[in-house]
């Protein structure tokens, strides 16, 4: 595989989902579906789709999984860092929690699972204490990480793991181990290869499915040519998701079609809206990478905009005098 000179490691990409997730979805967040406004309201409508099931919308619960032996030393660990914090600054704050693992001849959590607030300073300062020293245990890696994330409070988010290494380590150990990661209830892994000499077969194993042959169609995703601004795209959704979307399409109370209508990487979507009186719908179609796709509608009613009191005031004086003449000209 032909890597890019960037200046730095080259990056290499892999993104594995669960063959066993469902089919595409879309939910609604708020308002409630049938909710009331004065016409003229300007509201925010928010939902989520996913070609999942629709976990990932909830929240992300991510693991860091980061190499640590001596054969890091020096750019490629330099790298590392950077690409870390780049992929922490790139998720949705305050929906995502981060734990920071890494490995050499074994595995240690610097971090578990902390919830990302805008500034990061705990998740960064563990990134900042993975050193370059010792061998190469890829597995031990990904069975701590698996770990952290099986272990979390809450199952509604989407558990996801990245690992990064040069590859210098057991292919069927880590092949292994992200079998068992997804079995146990994982549902994402990347993979990253760091460096123009990094051993890209394994970290392909830790991509390639069930039947341990990379490029069938049971492998839980791809592993391609890439570099770290794709995989934040993925993360932030600018070039990609974390939820297996293709996209989707928004039509507006209008009538208006906005195809492949922009989400995050967990699949968020907003819709600003100023409201018609009357019936107000919004209808999303959710195409998944599965090529299943989903259509939902929610309904926003708008009531009049009622009169100012002083209309009515002057309304009702009217109408007495009106009558106040009529009975006169009965007299």
């Known amino acids: 595989m032909r890597m890019i000179k960037l200046g730095i490691p080259v990056l290499a990409i892999g993104l594995i989902s669960s063959p066993l997730m469902a089919a595409t979805t879309v939910s609604w967040i708020s308002p409630p579906d049938g909710s009331v406004y004065l016409t003229g309201t300007d509201v925010t409508v928010t939902g989520r789709a996913a070609g999942v099931g629709g976990t990932g919308g909830m929240g992300l619960d991510l693991a ?14 330099t790298a590392q860092n950077s690409a870390a914090k780049a992929l922490v600054a790139a998720l949705p704050q305050g929906s995502s929690s981060v734990a920071i693992v890494d ?3 074994n595995a240690r959590t610097w971090i578990g699972l902390t919830p990302l607030d805008g500034i990061n300073a705990n998740v960064n ?3 900042d204490r993975v050193d370059a020293w010792g061998s190469t245990s890829i597995h031990s890696g990904i069975d ?12 509604e988010r989407l558990q996801a793991m990245v690992v990064l290494s040069d590859g210098g380590s057991d292919r069927g150990l880590a092949d292994a181990a992200a079998d068992n990661a997804i079995a146990s209830g994982v549902d994402a892994i990347h993979s990253v290869a760091m460096g123009s000499g990094a051993d890209e077969d394994t970290l392909k194993a830790v991509v390639n499915g069930p039947d341990n042959i990379y490029g069938t169609a049971d492998d839980y995703g791809t592993f391609n040519d890439s570099t770290i601004e794709q995989l934040v795209g993925i993360f932030d959704g600018t ?15 209008d009538g208006v079609l906005h195809t ?5 990487g967990l699949g968020n979507f907003s819709l600003a809206w100023t409201l018609n009186q009357g019936a107000n719908v919004f209808q999303i179609t959710a195409y998944g990478d599965d090529g299943t796709n989903y259509t939902s509608t929610l309904t926003i009613n708008a009531a009049p905009v009622p009169l100012p009191a002083s209309v009515l005031l002057f309304a009702t004086g009217l109408l007495g005098l009106i009558g106040l003449r009529r009975r006169k000209s009965r007299i």
């Open 103 to 105: 490995f050499d001849g």
């Open 260 to 264: 492949d209508y922009a989400t995050d």
């Open 64 to 77: 860091l999984v980061m190499d640590s032996s001596g054969s890091m030393w020096g750019e490629a660990e």
């Open 125 to 127: 300062a563990a990134i």
């Open 144 to 155: 701590e990480a698996a770990r952290n994330l099986t272990n979390s409070s809450n199952p």
């Open 239 to 253: 070039a990609g998701n974390l939820v297996g979307l293709d996209r989707i399409d928004y039509v507006d109370p």
